[in-house]
């Protein structure tokens, strides 16, 4: 058994196995940066956070997750896509070229002129060997950005949410909004009488010019009455950090995801129907919205298939006690059902966890035949098996 471990983020726990050997690439996060050509190239090992410093020096950025502790690699090989990627694409719409170690021990380069097969299938596909380097595309964001959260009271939910999708429909693609229903926590710009009760929170950004963006939000304040506020110019670095402290460490998790091509009213009833019986204070349901540059590559220009999802929904349980496993699992579970009629069908493969076998198919959507045939040029033997896993064709 080999495990390859990037930032060892991912909930399915696919960075470590038992019983076998674990490449662990967590010292390998050396960067550099050309502004000229504005290209970046980074280890394996590296997070979103050694990115992002590394090109913020140089006012660039390109689109990746809303984590800074999350690995690089394992990021990109699923996909990746957070607050730049309306305007920008998904992370592996900006992948220019990455360093491989095969199955076999050779050191390849993988770009649009070699390896070409697998250049196709790393981005979005993982399982064909251990990436080493990176090499990616920017773009000028920052190094200040607006960016903040607006906060409402749970009861306003389903009108905030109505409101959201026609807003978010019309947007341009630098303004990203994302929704997070949860129980609020202690923070400091919330009245202390809403510390734990269910709320509806925006998430917001705006990767132009901060001036022009303040116009651009003014009608998400309009949207009922909030309760908290807290948007402001910021370093582009301070945002990506911003969700950080809610990662407890030693904390047990389990999430599930499904993508979204519409908002429709049915759904919003039975997120606030779940989020009026959460089970622990850390649980969220989150909508990011994605769209914009992402849908329009075709589907099988990358592994990454999904270029009609509009909405990344997860809902994400973190919970102390292993006590409370059967009761937290449970609520995640019967909400994924709840929702599925409301889902597009596709699933980012990023989000599934361990006990998800049955979904890898649609994780990798049309494309799965031609990763199959990829992953038998490339790794006839599934030496690399401990992933979202791709049979050798
Ligand atoms: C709280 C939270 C928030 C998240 N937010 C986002 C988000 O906004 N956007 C988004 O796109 N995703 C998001 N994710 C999902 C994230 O992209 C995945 O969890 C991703 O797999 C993490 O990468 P990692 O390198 O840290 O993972 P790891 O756990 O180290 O590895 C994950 C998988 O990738 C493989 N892998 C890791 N490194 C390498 C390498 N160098 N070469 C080959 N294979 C490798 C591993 O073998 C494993 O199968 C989030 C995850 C969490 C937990």
């Not at 990203?176 to 809403?194: G, H, I, K």
């Not at 917001?204 to 001036?211: T, V």
Request: hydrophobic share 40%.
């Amino acid at each position: 058994m080999l495990a390859i471990r990037g930032g060892g983020h991912n909930i399915a726990g696919n960075a470590m196995c038992d019983d076998g050997i674990v490449i662990d690439l967590s010292q390998m996060k050396a960067a550099s940066v050309n502004p000229n050509t504005r290209r970046a190239i980074i280890e394996g090992g590296a997070t979103l956070a050694d990115l992002d410093a590394a090109t913020q020096t140089h006012g660039l950025a390109t689109p990746v997750g809303i984590n800074s502790t999350t690995g690089i690699a394992g990021l990109t090989l699923g996909g990746g896509f957070g607050w730049l990627s309306r305007k920008y694409g998904m992370t592996v719409d900006n992948l220019e070229s990455a360093e491989v170690v095969t199955a076999t021990g050779e050191v390849v380069r993988a770009s649009a002129t070699e390896h070409p097969d697998l250049f196709w299938a790393l981005r979005g596909g993982g399982n064909f060997g251990v990436v080493t380097r990176f090499e990616f595309r920017l773009h000028p964001v920052g190094p200040d950005v607006l960016s903040g959260l607006i906060v409402y009271p749970i009861s306003e939910a389903k009108s905030v949410l109505q409101q959201y999708r026609k807003f978010i429909a019309e947007a341009p693609e630098e303004l990203s909004v994302w929704t997070v229903l949860r129980q609020a926590p202690p923070l400091p710009f919330l009245p202390e009488s809403m510390h734990g009760k269910a709320i509806i929170a925006l998430a917001l950004i705006y990767a132009g010019d901060p001036k022009q963006g303040e116009s651009l939000i003014e009608p998400l304040r309009k949207f009922g009455t909030p309760v908290g506020e807290h948007v402001g110019v910021q370093p582009y670095v301070a945002w990506q950090q911003t969700f950080d402290p809610l990662l407890t460490v030693g904390a047990r998790n389990y999430w599930k995801s499904h993508n979204l091509s519409t908002l429709k009213d049915g759904l919003f009833d039975v997120i606030i129907e779940y989020i009026g019986k959460i089970p622990s204070p850390q649980c969220e349901i989150f909508f990011g919205a994605i769209g914009g540059a992402t849908t329009r590559p075709a589907p099988d220009s990358t592994a990454y298939a999904h270029r009609d999802a509009k909405f990344v929904m997860n809902v994400h349980d973190r919970w102390e006690d292993p006590a409370d496993d059967k009761r937290c699992i449970g609520w995640v579970r019967d909400f994924f059902v709840a929702s599925a009629p409301f889902a597009s069908g596709g699933v980012y493969v990023n989000f599934l966890t361990a006990d998800e076998g049955d979904r890898v198919r649609s994780a990798y959507g049309p494309n799965y035949d031609r990763l199959a045939q990829v992953k038998r040029k490339y790794d006839p033997d599934n030496l690399f098996s401990v992933n979202q896993n791709i049979a050798p064709a």
